[in-house]
């Protein structure tokens, strides 16, 4: 009998729009043979929604709209038997085995979805609660980084009830110019500026803080933006290098999603062996410092004395067309379906180890 995933996308977050572009991807890349896929979307709104009537052998749900004909559902657990209800008539409308959440951003990746699944006893692909809410949180993920030795850009966090802590010229001659102003919790460059002056640093705060309540203003590093994927549980490995070679000032939302010449991806990046080696470790090490499982991208910068800071680590990295981490293992040996079933894989053998647990513990 074939495993039943549910592919889980959309959401609430900025990010809305990319998830759709990466379940269509998925969908169509997963290994049909091993799999049956239920589509499962969460509105914009949050709301839990299912349109049996969608699949197809190709979609693209960032044209033709899903939730337009779909039902309000809730997600249950009956007697093992995980089922999507019909709100409405408390009809059940589909079962499945596995979870595949592929919603980015605010309330996707960063712990809640996660605990939801658990709550409801639903294995899921991607990190546990803990790894999805520190690397989530940019403040938190440095600073467990920072522990484990593994070294970072100079950062401060500040709050949105301190907003006047610091002034532009107190952020300048401590971090020095430009400076990076970001949201602690969101992703895809969401809310991220460079600054270069006191104007600029004003309407950073105050779009940064549109996001999160939490920021981070930051040194800008000078060097390659390089990037490496992790696949794995207890035993991770690491991709290739690949490096991102930007046309704008900085790797920002558009130039990830919406303007095909906004940056070129080069497998594999140009960087010495040793260096790589030392990437590829760090990578890893960061993994494990973060609670990581599943799935990872971690993100550097380069620079030119082949010295490096890790920048962040996405737990739920992008899967669209253009995205680093599927291409990254592409180049490694690992086709895109391959990799859709490992991730599947790994999720039910972390769900066996939690059921014997519960077990001993009982």
């Known amino acids: 009998m074939k495993i039943k995933v549910a592919l889980i996308f959309g959401g609430k977050s900025a990010e809305h729009e990319v998830s759709l572009r990466s379940a269509s991807n998925i969908f169509n890349a997963i ?8 589509l499962l979307g969460i509105d914009k709104d949050g709301n839990w929604c299912f349109n049996s009537d969608y699949l197809s052998d190709k979609i693209n749900l960032a044209e033709d709209d899903y ?12 007697e093992n038997n995980l089922t999507i ?10 079962t499945f085995n596995v979870a595949f959440s592929i919603i980015h951003g605010t309330s996707g990746e960063d712990g809640t979805l996660q605990g939801f699944f658990k709550s409801k006893n639903i294995p899921f692909v991607g990190s546990d609660i803990l790894g999805s809410a520190i690397c989530m949180d940019k403040d938190v ?6 522990d484990w030795g593994i070294p970072v850009a100079n950062f401060m966090t500040l709050h949105k009830f301190e907003l006047n802590r610091i002034s532009f010229e107190e952020a300048k001659e401590r971090f020095g110019l430009p400076i990076f102003i970001k949201p602690c919790n969101a992703g895809s460059s969401v809310g991220v500026n460079k600054v270069y002056d006191a104007p600029s640093f004003v309407l950073a705060l105050t779009e940064a803080f549109l996001y999160d309540n939490k920021i981070l203003i930051e040194e800008a590093i000078t060097g390659k933006e390089v990037e490496c994927a992790i696949l794995g549980n207890e035993n991770p490995k690491a991709s290739v290098v690949g490096e991102i070679i930007l046309s704008e000032t900085f790797y920002s939302y558009d130039a990830k999603y919406h303007d095909a010449k906004g940056a070129k991806i080069k497998i ?12 590829r470790r760090t990578a890893i090490n960061a993994f494990k410092a973060t609670c990581c499982e599943g799935m990872a991208r971690v993100d550097f910068f380069l620079r030119k004395d082949n010295t490096f800071v890790v920048n962040e680590i996405n737990t739920l990295p992008g899967f669209t067309e253009i ?15 391959d990799l859709i079933s490992n991730l599947i894989e790994l999720s039910l053998n ?9 077990t001993v513990k009982r």
Not at 85 to 94: D, E, N, P, R, W
Not at 141 to 146: A, G, M, S, V, Y
Not at 350 to 358: G, V
């Open 268 to 279: 594999p990046a140009e960087i010495p062996d040793e260096i790589l080696s030392n990437l």
């Open 31 to 38: 290994d049909k043979e091993k799999f049956d896929v239920i």
């Open 85 to 94: 209800i019909f709100k409405q008539s408390h009809k059940i409308l589909g």
């Open 141 to 146: 993920t440095k600073r467990l980084l920072r």
């Open 350 to 358: 972390r769900d066996k180890k939690n059921m014997r647990l519960q």
């Open 67 to 78: 939730f337009l004909h779909s039902k309000n559902v809730i997600i249950e657990n009956i």
């Open 323 to 337: 995205s680093m981490y599927p291409k990254l293992w592409e180049y490694s040996g690992i086709t895109y379906s």
